[in-house]
């Protein structure tokens, strides 16, 4: 197949492919490894822990806001593999909305983590306030409220741009409407829904490492496991989240008229921002490995909890 290019349309193909040969089998391979992983989280934390504190009640929302996420992906792979932008409004609204107000809900439940585990540490008596089982439910609720009031405005904004395209077309949310209006809020929910968490979370990271390093030095007792677990998890959140948050950003601004983007940039500045899209959903696919790793008091409970189905099948067979 040859492809015929010209100045004004240099690579307009180049996301239509993307979207098929890419965003669809990654989509359809985090839907797969992270419904696994965060299904036996919430079962485990379920069936499994008698006693919860502050830190199960961030990590088993933050497993079930990853769960219901990635319930959003096997429609978005089925469209894009087989080139379907036109499907159901409701459904293109309900989806957006699901997504996106999980994706950030999950920002900040990973923040909370961190907060959490660093107050720990300086309070292993559990005396400081937001150490409490109470708090921690007032904090999660107020979490919700948040990322909800956040992700309103997208609605609207998804809304009036299927009402200008007659209630066919479900655009990504750099496509929207009015590229002026968009990129204002983008920008906000940006700063609001990332960039404050981020900072809160490398922070409390940056302490607990401080804090497990003095800790060494006095009592002569390794504690590289859990730097290097707060280390990873906080470079791996920088890495996923980041570039789809710049790359969004600067989506929307080339569609801006008064800075007069070649058709050709923006096509070019459209694919890379594709290609970040899958890496941003790629963390609640590892996010389970973190919840193992992070709490002893679930990981026994899941072992002590398998031990015993393992004898009871035992006993049966």
Not at 27 to 50: H, Q, S
Not at 216 to 238: D, W
Not at 261 to 284: E, L
């Amino acid at each position: 197949m040859v492809i015929l290019l010209d100045a004004d349309n240099c690579s307009s193909y180049i996301t239509p492919l993307l979207q098929r040969f890419y965003l669809s089998p990654l989509y359809g391979l985090e839907f797969a490894i992270g419904l696994i992983g965060n299904l036996v989280v919430v079962l485990g934390y379920v069936f499994c822990l008698p006693a919860w504190k502050s830190t199960n009640v961030y990590l088993f929302n933050l497993s079930v806001s990853d769960l219901i996420f990635l319930c959003t992906l096997p429609e978005l792979s089925y469209n894009y593999a087989y080139n379907q932008n036109k499907f159901n409004s409701a459904l293109c609204v309900i989806n957006r909305y699901i997504l996106f107000v999980n994706l950030y809900s999950s920002i900040l439940f990973m923040m909370w983590v961190s907060v959490d585990r660093y107050l720990l540490l300086c309070h292993p008596q559990r005396e400081h306030i937001l150490l409490t089982l109470k708090a921690a439910v007032y904090i999660t609720i107020l979490n919700w409220i948040w990322v909800n009031a956040q992700i309103a405005p997208l609605i609207v904004f998804i809304i009036q741009d299927l009402d200008q395209n007659g209630w066919t077309v479900c655009r990504d949310f750099a496509s929207l409407g009015d590229a002026k209006g968009l990129l204002i809020y983008s920008v906000v929910l940006t700063i609001t829904g990332y960039v404050m968490p981020l900072v809160a979370l490398f922070i409390s990271s940056q302490r607990m490492v401080s804090v497990l390093t003095k800790r060494e030095e006095v009592l002569g007792t390794s504690f590289q496991r859990p730097v290097r677990i707060v280390r990873i998890a906080a470079i791996l959140f920088l890495v996923s989240y980041t570039p789809v948050h710049i790359m969004r950003n600067m989506r929307v601004a080339s569609r801006l008229p008064k800075l007069k983007f070649s058709q050709c940039s923006m096509d070019y500045i459209n694919a890379v921002y594709t290609v970040t899209r899958p890496i941003i959903f790629a963390n609640s696919a590892i996010n389970p490995v973190f919840y193992f790793l992070m709490t002893d008091s679930f990981k026994e409970a899941l072992q002590e909890k398998w031990g015993q189905l393992k004898r009871i099948l035992m006993t049966k067979s």
